[in-house]
């Protein structure tokens, strides 16, 4: 069985930082595909970045250069590292993982981005 656990989330003003973390417990953390999304009032949610098994990370388009991945296979963590943050960034944000048909959400951590 696989969980996933966020932490990190928070109040912060327009332009800081804010770092997410997802540990990930279970066996074969190197097969999974490891992805942030996020999930604002009254919309869908949706991607923020992933880091494929194969090397591949893809980020949304609205978070390009203010956002980073980082995956350790080591300490089987996800990090999200947020700098510029903007109000828009504002949602609740989820750590997913994926292997073949296999998919595990984490329970969620809310990022508030307010002056």
């Known amino acids: 069985q696989v969980q996933l656990v966020e932490s990190g989330g928070g109040l912060v003003q327009p332009g800081e930082s804010l770092r997410l973390s997802c540990t990930v417990s279970?066996?074969?953390?190197?097969?999974?595909?490891l992805g942030w999304y996020r999930e604002a009032p009254g919309n869908e949610r949706e991607l923020v970045a992933i880091?494929?098994?194969?090397?591949?990370?893809t980020y949304a388009d609205s978070v390009k250069g203010r956002f980073t991945i980082i995956k350790d296979n080591a300490k089987k963590t996800v990090d999200l590292q947020m700098d510029s943050l903007k109000p828009e960034d504002t949602a609740v944000y989820y750590c997913?993982?994926?292997?073949?048909?296999?998919?595990?959400w984490g329970q969620g951590t809310q990022v508030t981005v307010s002056s």
């Open positions: 997913r993982a994926n292997y073949l048909i296999q998919v595990y």
């Open positions: 880091a494929f098994t194969y090397g591949t990370i």
């Open positions: 279970g066996q074969n953390f190197e097969l999974y595909n």
